[in-house]
């Protein structure tokens, strides 16, 4: 599914701007100036509704990406 259709600012954008707030967790007004410095005008409010509505979609893509190798342990009685 294309999750970006339709959006002004290019998807790299919008994952840097929700993964800086996920990692390092920055403010909205510390991402928006992080990316000013970089050429892109967003204002804080915009980064508050990427948050919103990405940050539960790359979650759930971070999670299939890292499975879990076993459901269950089992342990056997060794003498």
């Given at each position: 599914m294309n999750y970006f259709r339709y959006?002004?600012?290019?998807?790299?954008?919008?994952?840097v701007a929700v993964g800086y707030y996920l990692r390092y967790a920055l403010s909205y007004r510390d991402i928006s100036e992080i990316l000013?410095?970089?050429g892109v005008n967003v204002h804080?409010?915009?980064?508050?509704r990427w948050v919103q509505e990405y940050a539960p979609i790359?979650?759930?893509i971070w999670k299939?990406?890292?499975?879990?190798a076993y459901y269950k342990w089992r342990?056997?009685?060794t003498y």
């Open positions: 959006k002004q600012f290019n998807k790299d954008v919008i994952t000013r410095e970089r804080h409010s915009t980064v508050y790359l979650y759930q299939k990406k890292h499975k879990k342990i056997d009685e």
